[in-house]
């Protein structure tokens, strides 16, 4: 358990979204402003990354671009990149629903299953 949870190091990595029950990934057709991968957070606060001393994080988009996020809300749509519409740490529930997670984190939970 602790190996799987140490492997992906201090990232956090795009869970997808739910497409009316299948997990879909992003792709280069996604919108440009989709992140994909972002500094792991913290997520008992709105601060954000531990390893930047809580002031912020890299952040990776689908359009190539890289950009430094002071909080965790503050993006061009007002999406918490690090938990899905409904406050969980799942896929998200549609195409804008951005989720970012360790890589140990399940996109449908323990159950495996969007239901």
Do not use: M
């Not at 956090?12 to 057709?29: I, R, W």
């Not at 529930?93 to 239901?115: C, N, Y």
């Amino acid at each position: 358990e602790r190996l799987i949870k140490d492997a992906g190091g201090d990232y956090a990595y795009s869970l997808g979204y739910n497409n009316e029950g299948t997990l879909t990934g992003l792709t280069n057709k996604s919108p440009g402003d989709s992140p994909i991968l972002a500094d792991k957070t913290n997520l008992s606060n709105s601060k954000i990354a531990f390893n930047h001393g809580s002031s912020g994080n890299n952040v990776l988009f689908v359009g190539g671009h890289v950009r430094w996020l002071p909080a965790r809300k503050q993006n061009t749509i007002g999406d918490d990149f690090f938990l899905n519409e409904d406050h969980k740490i799942l896929a998200g529930k549609h195409l804008q629903d951005h989720v970012l997670a360790p890589s140990h984190a399940r996109p449908f939970g323990d159950s495996g299953s969007p239901d």
